[in-house]
């Protein structure tokens, strides 16, 4: 944003103050939009999202004080600088307005070549705070890739003491794999195998995500998701969402990327408590964070996605239980899984009812 096209909100009882504040702004360039109270003040700024307000104190329905406190208490509006205008010799409107957020302050009668000083200054201010915002914005979207979403909000809730001990959770763990990975490994170049399942892989993060799961690992031909909810029947219903969505992005994706090869995936998804969070591995080229789910339940979910054919989506006894209503499901049987003591109960997820 160029400084001469930014846009001022005057906001003023006295029709006279507006107009000469306004024909001043205009011959500099600025956009100039007026209101006459603090209410209509507060939806100019919502509707119109000015870059700076020039806030009258004294006004009807509601004073600058309470407006400008309402802007700044708004993680929407806070950063937009608000330039209070007070009565000559008033050091408690100062008082008020520091109280209230204000970020600089104007004498009546304004002066005109301080009142331009002042919208210069804190408009680069506020400049040089977006750029400094989109920046983090940049770094926060750059470290998404390698640090899991769950671990960004323990960090988030707590940066100064993250809680980052695993806990004994109720969880759903999906595992994607894709059919044929030998076959599509023996027919294509390691290069060329690897660009498919970051294409695919790139649009599965993406549902996953939508749908509140995490990424644990991925590992050449399939990856792993964390679902975890207070209620324990909503995220067992979202991992079985995100594998139709999974399903249909698949099929979406083998139409649309003409000249690769086509794939198919089989998915498994199993429900119960596990030792949920996350891992950290330190090596000498860096520091990665993961986020995991250990134990029985993720050893069936695994086992479970292993037995599954193209295009199928199997799920175990307790995850089985909690979707019931919500989706079609086909008992397909008991199975017996290596190192797993009882024989577990598999169903096939056939659509939404």
């Known amino acids: 944003m160029a400084e001469s096209q930014a846009k001022i909100l005057v906001v003023d009882d006295e029709a006279d103050n507006i107009r000469i504040l306004e024909v001043l702004l205009l011959r500099r360039g600025y956009e100039v939009i007026k209101a006459r109270n603090g209410a209509e003040a507060l939806q100019q700024v919502y509707s119109e999202r000015p870059d700076l307000i020039l806030l ?18 708004n993680p929407e509006t806070h950063l937009i600088p608000v330039v209070i205008m007070t009565a000559l010799g008033q050091v408690e409107d100062r008082v008020k307005g520091i109280e209230a957020g204000a970020d600089d302050f104007l004498t009546k009668p304004v002066h005109r070549d301080e009142l331009l000083a002042r919208i210069h200054t804190s408009l680069r201010l506020k400049q040089a705070m977006a750029q400094q915002v989109e920046s983090l914005q940049h770094v926060r979207t750059h470290l998404t890739k390698f640090v899991p979403q769950a671990v960004m909000r323990l960090i988030e809730a707590n940066p100064t003491a993250p809680e980052m001990e695993k806990k004994e959770r109720d969880v759903s763990v999906l595992f994607v794999d894709i059919s044929s990975y030998a076959r599509l490994s023996e027919s294509l170049q390691g290069e060329q195998v690897n660009n498919i399942i970051e294409r695919y892989f790139s ?3 993406d549902c996953i995500h939508a749908n509140g799961g995490d990424i644990n690992e991925t590992a050449g031909d399939g990856l792993m998701a964390i679902f975890v909810d207070a209620d324990v029947q909503h995220h067992a219903r979202r991992a079985v969402q995100t594998a139709l969505g999974l399903l249909d992005r698949t099929a979406q994706l083998n139409t649309q990327l003409t000249g690769i090869h086509p794939i198919a995936i089989h998915i498994g998804i199993n429900s119960g408590m596990a030792l949920v969070g996350p891992t950290k591995l330190e090596g000498a080229s860096g520091t990665r964070w ?3 789910a250990l134990g029985q339940v993720t050893n069936v979910a695994a086992r479970i996605a292993a037995i599954g054919e193209a295009g199928a989506i199997l799920v175990g006894p307790e995850t089985a239980r909690r979707i019931a209503g919500f989706f079609s499901i086909h008992e397909v049987g008991l199975r017996q899984f290596k190192n797993i003591s ?3 109960m598999v169903y096939r997820i056939l659509g939404l009812l």
Not at 56 to 71: H, N, R, T
């Open 342 to 344: 009882d024989a577990v």
């Open 56 to 73: 009258d104190v004294m006004m009807p329905i509601m004073d600058g004080f309470e407006v400008c406190k309402i802007l700044k208490d």
């Open 290 to 292: 993961t986020y995991t």
């Open 203 to 205: 649009s599965f993060l």
